[in-house]
């Protein structure tokens, strides 16, 4: 992987498909959550089909998922075992 500059921001990565582009921002625990969800949402108006935050699992719990909902990224965290699980958005059924 490696950065790609985007107008006044680079992102840490970029996942190719057929007919789409998902930008990825690594970010640690000590990192600025708030710039990497900047850099995510340059990358949508730089073309980008899809973004995702990827953070650790215990990070990820904790940011508001309000902002994710508005602009439509993805929050990916990775548990201490290296597993990765999608924070938001939430696809579980929800018991009526």
Do not use: C, H
């Amino acid at each position: 992987m490696r950065s790609i500059k985007l107008g006044n921001v680079a992102i840490d990565g970029e996942v190719l498909g057929k007919g789409w582009r998902m930008a990825l921002e690594l970010k640690t625990p000590q990192d600025d959550i708030t710039r990497g969800i900047g850099q995510l949402s340059e990358a949508l108006v730089y073309g980008y089909n899809q973004v995702a935050l990827v953070t650790t699992l215990r990070a990820a719990k904790k940011i508001d998922s309000a902002v994710f909902d508005k602009l439509g990224l993805v929050l990916l965290g990775v548990d201490s075992k290296g597993i990765v699980q999608q924070v938001y958005p939430t696809y579980a059924v929800r018991a009526q």
